[in-house]
């Protein structure tokens, strides 16, 4: 029996999975800075405005989380431990991110409370990611 067969299939369900949830968020991430004048001048007014005052620092966790959770993501295909350390590097710069747009930007009072849940999510989910990849290590799955 060959290694990749002692894999439950669950894992390469979860391993997809994850490719698929951070290639969204490469996606949105990629839509967030190429949107022109134009289109944030489209979005509603609590949107744009946050937009318009979000510094560059803030986008570059933006890409740190999101570019790190894909490649964490490749790496559990790939069988990689290190995959978890990206997860965990994504997990942090989320929270800059997030700690910047809901502390210093105040989100929630130019969007509205609803703005927390998707955010809400997304780190929840980063913190699965890091225990998948921390259990798939444990029981030897990852090199």
Do not use: C
């Not at 002692?6 to 969204?24: D, F, G, I, Q, R």
């Not at 790496?75 to 997990?91: D, E, N, P, T």
């Not at 998707?118 to 990611?129: E, K, N, Q, R, T």
């Amino acid at each position: 029996m060959n290694e990749v067969a002692k894999l439950p299939k669950w894992y390469w369900v979860a391993s997809v999975l994850a490719l698929l949830w951070t290639a969204m968020g490469v996606a949105s991430y990629l839509y967030h800075v190429t949107l022109s004048p134009e289109g944030i001048a489209a979005l509603p007014a609590g949107q744009a405005k946050l937009m318009n005052m979000t510094p560059a620092w803030v986008n570059g966790a933006f890409a740190i989380a999101t570019w790190s959770a894909l490649l964490g993501a490749i790496g559990l295909l790939l069988r990689r431990r290190w995959a978890r350390g990206l997860f965990v590097l994504s997990l942090i710069a989320l929270l800059i991110q997030f700690g910047w747009v809901f502390l210093v930007a105040r989100s929630h009072e130019l969007i509205g409370p609803s703005s927390a849940l998707f955010p809400a999510i997304i780190a929840a989910l980063g913190i699965v990611l890091i225990w998948f990849a921390s259990d798939a290590a444990k029981r030897g799955w990852l090199r």
